[in-house]
């Protein structure tokens, strides 16, 4: 028990599950889950109830979020998860380092270059870790082509295309929640193009040098649905006659989990779970371009579309010795709607190297189990399991974390002024 990790989460919404039950299922022999805190006693509350109800464990300590310190000082832990919206996870990141925490956070680490040099300030005067959360890397296939890559299968990369589709389902719920205000998330360059910005980057083993984007809401929002001939508006799906003819709506009272996380815990913090996609106050882009010049002078063509009929990505690598194509087609989902094993878990995936003078072969890529193409299991092992050798290094640390949301910060400057942003100028490594 002695040489157990004590570990505490903040922010019980819906990613939270997929660490405290990892360590309550299958890394209690190594680590401790010893409290829980979020600004919401509901579902922190259901959080506790599933470990009763699922795991046969006892309820650990709450704390209301103007506890946090409270609780660092009183459960004494040697980690804090942090999987709060992402706005407030410098504070958390910042504060846990402050009082003697390392620290394992959900991405993106956090939504812009000054809450990220914040980050880094505090890395540098504690002497603490921050460690950020990318299952993508742990994807067999994505570690497949970083393999290749690494092995010179097609030699110096000199340009990647990279297109990432969210369907209507997934795509939709950026819309229905926190996410859709800009000051929450970042907007969806930094929100979810964080995974893919990181891929690029351990792909290619660089960083970012140049980027230049643009985008627009040009599907979701009221002004686009009028456009389109939609008459009839609600402002969220619960208690709505409109929404229950909408594709688009959410029903909460529908999922037993949605319900008891957000339905029934509204009433503490006026969270809206199931607001209209194509309602106002959404200020992030549903369509976005990026180009970005890398430091090994690797150019990247990529493209996010949030309202798609089928879900996934298409990437290709162009290089000195010939060309990799890459095609995944992932299950769709609604965050914290189901069996998390189904987040991103891949239903087609293909790798084709195209070799200068030789035919084209299909590279064999091993299948994975659990969520997002069965890097979940994987990162969780990475994360709670015994330490073991990476010849790829997955692992992703504060540096890992800063680069990959500064080519979507440095993507929204650039959408915001139509001018070419440099990375160089928006942070200060020591």
Not at 116 to 131: F, H, P, Y
Not at 200 to 223: H, I, Q, S
Request: with cysteine; aromatic share 10%; proline share 3%.
């Amino acid at each position: 028990m002695a040489n157990k990790k004590r570990y505490v989460q903040v922010g019980v919404g819906g990613r939270a599950r997929f660490f405290y039950e990892a360590i309550v299922k299958d890394y209690k022999e190594t680590s401790e889950l010893v409290a829980f805190c979020d600004i919401n006693q509901t579902r922190m509350d259901f959080a506790n109830k599933t470990l009763q109800d699922v795991h046969g464990m006892d309820p650990v300590p709450t704390y209301k979020s103007n506890e946090f310190d409270k609780m660092i000082q009183e459960m004494k832990p040697d980690y804090v998860i942090v999987t709060t919206v992402d706005r407030t996870h410098d504070h958390y990141i910042i504060r846990a380092m402050e009082l003697g925490c390392d620290v394992i956070t959900e991405k993106p680490m956090t939504t812009d270059e000054k809450k990220a040099q914040a980050i880094l300030d505090a890395i540098e005067r504690t002497g603490k870790s921050v460690r950020v959360t990318f299952n993508y890397r742990y994807a067999p296939h994505n570690t497949k082509i970083r393999e290749l890559i690494m092995n010179d299968t097609i030699g110096e990369v000199f340009s990647v295309h990279f297109e990432w589709l969210l369907n209507t389902q997934h795509g939709a719920d950026y819309f229905r929640r926190w996410h859709r205000d800009k000051r929450n998330s970042g907007g969806l360059l930094v929100h979810k193009s964080t995974h893919h910005f990181d891929l690029v980057n351990f792909w290619l083993g660089t960083k970012p040098e140049t980027v230049f984007a643009m985008g627009d809401l040009m599907f979701y929002g009221r002004d686009n649905a009028e456009k389109r001939g939609v008459t009839s508006f609600y402002s969220r799906a619960h208690g709505s006659e409109a929404a229950k003819n909408d594709p688009f709506a959410l029903h909460l009272e529908d999922n037993e989990n949605l319900k008891a996380m957000y339905l029934d815990a509204e009433k503490e913090d006026g969270y809206y779970r199931d607001q209209s996609v194509f309602g106002d106050g959404i200020n992030i882009e549903d369509t976005m371009g990026v180009m970005v010049k890398y430091e090994n002078n690797a150019i990247l063509t990529y493209s996010l579309n949030a309202y798609l009929p089928w879900e996934g990505f298409r990437v290709v690598f162009n290089g000195s010795k010939g060309r990799i194509q890459v095609s995944v087609v992932e299950q769709t989902y609604v965050n914290a709607g189901g069996d998390k094993a189904l987040e991103g878990a891949v239903k087609q995936k293909s790798i084709t190297v195209f070799p200068m003078f030789a035919e084209a072969y299909e590279v064999e890529i091993e299948e994975g189990v659990g969520g997002h193409g069965g890097g979940d299991p994987i990162l969780l092992n990475d994360i709670f399991g015994e330490p073991t050798e990476d010849p790829f290094e997955r692992a992703a640390s504060h540096v890992d974390g800063a680069m990959s949301i500064l080519t979507g910060v440095a993507a929204n400057k650039s959408i915001a002024t139509g001018m070419p942003v440099q990375i160089k100028d928006l942070l200060q490594f020591k």
